[in-house]
């Protein structure tokens, strides 16, 4: 007899799946059963099975989703307490709320201590169902039988990081339309693949982002691939580039604008010299300047010819203004 390791649908199980798929009540996993096989030994499921060969505990599922990178890939999953042993599993089933026996498999041989035979520990115990359509089948367990897994925990603590509004910086952020496709170049950035890309400038806004770039067609960065993880303060830095270089982007809004918009960060634009530059704003930085009259105040000891100087340059007739600085009436 083979010692292969595997999980086959049921009979029993099919023939749900296949009603629900056509329009019938979505199938609803419950619960999974561990058993020590066919007399203390291993067997080869069936899919006539309607039950284990030897069940020896039984409990609600800890959690039940699908595979990330296969859609049609149903996984199950049970802890198996500390007080709950004595017991060697070789046969795994998992049931639909009414009971019956919907997947079944054929598990690595693995003995559940108690405290009583001088170790204890916790079993996890994960079966995977390839099902033509992951639709049909209820994703739903009891909040208050779960265990947290630290697989778990990690996903869970990955999604609220993404709700934030700082996300990691991208390399590169666009300043024109681009095709969402292939490596190309950005703002002089020549991309590599898995650079972080800032992409704002797309005819339709809900095409704007941060996106991945690959040799084919762009994902979207999983940090804001949802409704959720893209908030109206969003805010990402820019490493490189020509023009966004060393610049942050800020999405403006939530609801049918979706594009993203750049912020300066306090760079000082040409030709404003000292009394130039911008902050996060967008208004001209104002220098250090007279708050009396012509004379420009120094504190560093330096000549009454120097102050004069310095005053001749950051004073206008009259006095009190620096260049570089609007003055409103």
Not at 177 to 182: D, E, F
Not at 187 to 202: E, H, T
Not at 299 to 318: K, L, M, N, V
């Amino acid at each position: 007899m083979s010692n292969d390791f595997f999980t086959l649908l049921t009979a029993v199980g099919k023939n749900k799946l296949a009603a629900a798929a056509t329009g019938g009540a979505p199938l609803k996993l419950t619960h999974m059963a561990v058993g020590d096989g066919d007399n203390g030994g291993y067997y080869t499921p069936s899919e006539a099975q309607a039950a284990l060969k030897h069940e020896v505990w039984r409990a609600p599922l800890n959690n039940l989703s699908t595979d990330p990178q296969n859609p049609n890939w149903i996984i199950a999953e049970l802890v198996i307490p500390d007080e709950v042993g004595g017991f060697t599993i070789r046969e795994v089933g998992v049931f639909d709320a009414a009971g019956a026996l919907i997947a079944v498999g054929k598990f690595p041989e693995s003995y559940k201590p108690v405290l009583a035979d001088g170790a204890n520990k916790q079993l996890y115990v994960r079966l995977i169902m390839e099902v033509s359509n992951a639709a049909a089948v209820t994703l739903q367990v009891d909040p208050s039988v779960v265990l947290a897994t630290r697989a778990t925990v990690d996903q869970r603590i990955a999604e609220e990081l993404a709700k934030l509004d700082g996300k990691p910086s991208v390399r590169a952020a666009t300043t024109a339309a681009i095709a969402l496709a292939g490596l190309q170049t950005v703002d002089g950035v020549a991309l590599q693949a898995g650079d972080r890309v800032l992409v704002k400038n797309q005819a339709n806004g809900a095409d704007n982002g941060i996106y991945i770039a690959s040799a084919g067609n762009w994902g979207r960065s999983v940090d804001a691939n949802a409704s959720m993880e893209v908030t109206p303060g969003l805010f990402v830095a820019v490493e490189q580039g020509r023009l966004q270089g060393r610049r942050a982007g800020r999405r403006a809004g939530l609801g049918r604008r979706q594009g993203l918009e750049r912020q300066g960060r306090g760079r000082r634009h040409p030709g404003q010299g000292h009394g130039g530059g911008t902050g996060a704003g967008g208004h001209p930085r104002r220098p250090a300047e007279s708050q009396g009259g012509g004379a420009q105040r120094d504190e560093s000891g330096c000549s009454p010819d120097r102050r004069r100087q310095r005053a001749g340059r950051f004073a206008g007739a009259g006095g009190g203004r620096a260049a570089g600085w609007r003055h409103s009436g």
